[in-house]
């Protein structure tokens, strides 16, 4: 085998590896790049069991505090999930206020959240949150800012 040969193996083969590890790490990662998930396709993501974040806006008047932490309904305007956390919540969390929850959805529906974060300015809505207010024909941007959460039709109601 010439040395030009040789040299153009050992490039073939680096970058045949190099190759390799950037699909493996794009793989990895595939998962963790959506931010969260809405209550409209927590369905597509999968089974019980499986780690997902659940963002939206706390529903008004479903906030129930006990001793052993907090249930409350995560909606994006055209569904709803109920959510248990046993932990504290944190100081920013309040019924139409935005958030999102680290947690796994359960067999009977409900998400059990391990990690609850709350957003800290009242105007910021994420994209998927006002599409699905679009969708579900309770805000026409055409006519004004985005309704308060508290303001929201629960779904079916």
């Given at each position: 085998?010439?040395?030009?040969?040789?040299?153009?193996?050992i490039l073939l083969?680096?970058?045949?590896g190099l190759g390799t590890a950037t699909a493996l790490v794009l793989t990895a990662f595939s998962d963790n790049l959506v931010f969260f998930v809405s209550p409209s396709d927590i369905a597509k993501v999968g089974g019980s069991g499986r780690t997902v974040r659940l963002g939206g806006l706390v529903e008004a008047g479903s906030v129930q505090r006990g001793a052993g932490g907090a249930s409350f309904r995560v909606t994006d305007g055209a569904n709803s999930i109920a959510v248990r956390y046993n932990g504290i919540l944190p100081d920013l969390f309040r019924e139409g206020q935005g958030v999102v929850t680290l947690g796994a959805l359960l067999?009977?529906?409900?998400?059990?959240?391990?990690?609850?974060?709350?957003?800290?300015?009242e105007?910021?809505?994420?994209?998927?949150?006002?599409?699905?207010l679009k969708k579900s024909g309770q805000w026409k941007p055409e006519a004004g800012p985005a309704p308060a959460g508290g303001a929201w039709k629960k779904p079916g109601g």
């Open positions: 085998m010439t040395r030009k040969r040789r040299r153009l193996w083969a680096c970058g045949l067999p009977d529906g409900s998400f059990r959240a391990s990690e609850v974060l709350a957003k800290h300015d105007t910021y809505m994420p994209k998927e949150v006002a599409e699905a």
